[in-house]
């Protein structure tokens, strides 16, 4: 239960944090932090709680890291369902708290909650293809970092930093195409509550933003084993 506990509080963090600078602070009138300030948002969530709890429960903190992890060999499946019942748990925490905030200002409108999307509801306009390759590009590179910086082989101490960082970069390249996902938890969490303010769309794009990131994660195992065989 401490490790399930863990990834609540933790995916609850990367939701309040990422999707909060995109919801409270990117958009300010002038000062706001923009694409980049969301994208390193989002990186730092991570980087702060992999240092916080990566040794309790690993600090998955999204269901397609759990599978990846899976697909690699680092992780046994019998805990899968657990950590996404953690994960989409914590996340929905998170965006609560986040919608509590966000509608204490007279005259605020949460809309879509930044929730991920395609088509007419990807910030740049891209269509369902290029969104979903891009998701699972960006997923399967985000877990082909995350089995090599956690090799028994890589330098020690680092993980926690090239993980944000990775994050980071995926963020700036794909907010303008799906509002970046590489995570089935954070999308939930957001469409739900946006679905919830009248936004209907997210809850039948949801289950792409499921199905893209968990192929990429998956793939990314299976490619990291070929790769680099010796394991633990």
């Not at 995350?146 to 082989?153: D, E, P, R």
């Not at 195992?221 to 633990?232: S, T």
Request: hydrophobic share 50%; proline share 4%; charged share 10%.
């Amino acid at each position: 239960m401490n490790k399930l506990l863990a990834e609540a509080i933790g995916t609850a963090w990367l939701v309040f944090g990422g999707c909060g600078s995109a919801v409270l602070a990117a958009g300010y009138p002038e000062l706001g932090i923009g694409f980049t300030g969301v994208a390193l948002a989002f990186g730092l969530t991570v980087v702060t709680m992999a240092y916080a709890i990566g040794h309790v429960s690993g600090c998955h903190l999204n269901p397609a890291v759990t599978v990846g992890l899976i697909s690699g060999g680092r992780f046994d499946a019998k805990d899968l369902p657990g950590y996404v019942i953690a994960q989409v748990t914590g996340a929905m925490v998170g965006a609560f708290l986040l919608l509590l905030i966000a509608s204490g200002k007279s005259g605020s409108e949460v809309g879509a909650f930044a929730s991920n999307g395609f088509g007419a509801h990807s910030p740049g306009g891209y269509g369902f293809f290029a969104c979903m390759l891009t998701e699972f590009i960006l997923t399967f590179f985000f877990l082909f970092i995350i089995l090599g910086v956690t090799h028994k082989k890589a330098t020690q101490g680092f993980a926690g930093l090239a993980i944000g960082l990775g994050l980071t970069l995926i963020h700036l390249i794909s907010i303008p195409v799906t509002n970046t996902s590489v995570n089935p938890a954070r999308s939930t969490s957001q469409a739900v509550f946006a679905f919830l303010n009248g936004e209907f769309w997210t809850m039948w794009q949801l289950p792409f933003f499921w199905l893209a990131p968990m192929a990429g994660a998956f793939a990314a195992g299976v490619v990291y084993r070929i790769v680099c065989p010796d394991e633990e």
